[in-house]
């Protein structure tokens, strides 16, 4: 192989690396189409392939038996018919608006579960993934001021997203700092004493009573056999 060729090769087009998401075929169309503004030589071709795979796709490149590639042809066969069960899963741009905060959804959570499905779509047009993130954001004050913002990029919305994220994250540091107030205090103590019997206390009616001229014991035989109150 020409080394010196190899040094000197260039790539005027980018192209996304492959990571196992999406349609091997697709890949490996754009790469020789961009490969042959440079160059056909097959021996290029074959070592540039694996600097535009990532993620699963690099690992199983890795994995690859020393010598088992003789030609970029055979190459690409093998990486075709490896990933072509994972096409079937690839989703388009219109499952971003599927995405929606929930009620009770942190903003950080909410971001972080649109990002990773944004990442597992290719060729994402970012005009349309912000219009998708700022669509599924939960009616509330946020919302409101993106609305007034109108972020024309992500780099602008993340920025504000930013702002938003700090100020939840310190507001639940602050209530898990906070300490109880002093009805919750009293409320465990209530709770435990509420089931149990109050103990009997005589409130006196008078402040003074006339005396007895009679013993008790005999005060409280004659009741009985008068029948006066009952003990059942």
Not at 35 to 48: G, M, Q
Not at 57 to 78: H, Q, Y
């Amino acid at each position: 192989m020409n080394f010196k060729m190899l040094k000197n090769f260039t790539l005027p087009i980018t192209l996304t690396p492959y990571k196992g998401i999406g349609d091997p075929k697709v890949h490996v169309t754009k790469f020789k189409s961009i490969i042959f503004l440079n160059s056909d030589s097959d021996s290029i071709l074959c070592r540039s392939f694996p600097t535009f795979l990532d993620g699963a796709a690099l690992l199983w490149f890795s994995n690859l038996p020393t010598g088992s590639i003789t030609s970029f042809d055979e190459f690409a066969k093998m990486f075709i018919n490896h990933f072509a069960a994972f096409k079937i899963y690839v989703r388009d741009s219109d499952y971003l608006s599927t995405i929606k905060q929930g009620q009770h959804e942190s903003l950080k959570d909410y971001m972080t579960r649109f990002t990773t499905a944004a990442m597992e779509i290719p060729d994402l047009n970012p005009e349309v993934q912000l219009n998708a993130i700022k669509s599924g954001l939960r009616p509330g004050k946020f919302q409101e001021a993106i609305a007034v913002a109108k972020p024309k990029t992500l780099e602008e919305f993340r920025d504000k997203a930013t702002g938003q994220i700090e100020i939840e994250e310190f507001c639940k540091t602050r209530r898990n700092e906070r300490p109880p107030s002093r009805k919750e205090e009293e409320r465990p103590y209530r709770s435990q004493n509420k089931s149990s019997k109050k103990p009997f206390k005589l409130v006196l009616k008078f402040d003074s009573y006339t005396k007895f001229n009679t013993k008790r014991e005999d005060i409280i035989k004659e009741i009985l056999h008068n029948k006066l109150i009952s003990l059942i």
